[in-house]
């Protein structure tokens, strides 16, 4: 599960990072608390040219009525997404990175408390997650959406959840962008790079929390 990042990346760095050329209605950065239906940065690439470019978080399949016409889909299995019909066309057709500096997860103490955890890349550096996305259009509304590929936690991750966000090395983004031919399933598994992770304050619980001090360290 992933529903909740932080991307404090400027949107130069991305550009230099992902080699991508920006789209002009990039979401604000830093944002320490990005939210399901919020637009995030997203890199795809169409005949070797990279674009850095504004998504909905949230994929919605063509059949929806409506934006709101069904679950919200935040998230696809890396174990069922090829065949999951809102989501097995876009994994062979339409993947995307996903830029962070990292992702939430919350769990619950003897009390029932949620206690939240900030968790990243010991090195600090950026995250790049398993996309996909989708065009949506009806009557007149539409919007470019996408979803962030899960897999099953691996390693200190299974003591925080079960799943965690498919995370792409540098070297495997050519791969799953389609610019490095077919095989990109190969990819869909937990990340070996080793991930850190920290208690932060309840605060984050809130989806209207903003603030740099909703990433950093509290006594656990």
Wanted: charged share 20%.
């Amino acid at each position: 599960m992933c529903g909740r990042m932080a991307i404090t990346l400027p949107h130069d760095a991305m550009v230099q990072i992902f080699e991508a050329q920006p789209s002009n209605d990039l979401p604000e950065v830093p944002n320490y608390n990005v939210c399901p239906t919020v637009q995030v940065h997203t890199v795809t690439s169409h005949e070797g040219t990279r674009r850095l470019r504004p998504m909905r978080w949230g994929f919605i399949p063509h059949w929806y009525k409506a934006p709101n016409g069904g679950p919200l889909l935040i998230n696809a299995r890396a174990e069922t997404v090829a065949e999951k019909p809102a989501f097995k066309q876009a994994v062979r057709e339409r993947r995307c990175l996903i830029p962070a500096s990292g992702f939430y997860e919350w769990t619950v103490d003897d009390e029932g408390n949620k206690l939240p955890w900030f968790i990243h890349l010991e090195d600090g550096a950026p995250l790049a997650f398993a996309g996909l996305w989708q065009d949506w259009e009806r009557d007149g509304e539409g919007f470019t959406t996408c979803a962030v590929v899960t897999t099953a936690a691996a390693g200190a991750m299974c003591d925080i959840h079960s799943r965690m966000p498919v995370i792409l090395e540098a070297g495997d983004w050519p791969l799953w962008l389609g610019e490095a031919g077919h095989g990109a399933a190969v990819l869909m598994r937990a990340n070996p790079d080793p991930l850190a992770f920290h208690r932060v304050d309840p605060k984050v619980n809130s989806n209207r929390a903003q603030g740099p001090e909703l990433i950093e360290p509290i006594d656990a």
